[in-house]
């Protein structure tokens, strides 16, 4: 009988160890509806590519990937972060397209509940944090490339045709370890476009 009284002895200090981390887990799932509906075809639109004396430049927006799951998520503390990438290439008849270059930049969001606000991150923008009291208005800035330094014009040629992609996705979410499987809900709710595609003669 001693042998059963260590077992059970050792299955409660097991379970008192187990119970916190499970409540918190629990609390965050609640968060989440059981059935979050995924970002339905999340798509770019108002593309916009022009220039100054320097720089090749480009805007865009992208749509439908905000998700009422998503924004609780935001609203619970997960640090989310969008990644756009764009590539321009060289468009070439009889060989391959030869890429001129390839840039990624990163938008995130993060509340802060002591001030009760929202951090907007955009990796173009080498400055502090944007703060936002309005989640709506943070997502804007979340959703929205404007300016975005492609190249210097002084790699393009005049009269050669280019083409320019661009696409958006939702990167992994980073939890703690007795969380991860909350994952499975969240990842219902990622997202990444097609590629959107401009053929352009400089």
Known sequence: MKLAYDVLVADHSMLKTLVSPLIIAFLVALFLPPFPVKAEEAYLSDVVVTNTHEHLLVYFTVNDCITP???????????????????LSEKRTYWWDREITSVKVRHSIKYDNLKNTYLVQVSEDAGEPVSFNDLEEAMKLMTHVAALKVTS????????????????????????????????????WDFKTDWYTIDFRY
């Open 69 to 87: 799951e998503m924004k609780k998520a935001v609203e619970s503390g997960i640090e989310t972060t969008f990644t756009f990438i764009v590539e």
């Open 153 to 188: 014009l002084g790699k393009l040629k005049r009269g050669t045709y280019y083409q320019l992609r661009m696409m958006a996705e939702l990167d992994k979410i980073e939890l703690p370890f007795y969380l991860h499987y909350v994952l499975f809900f969240l990842s219902m």
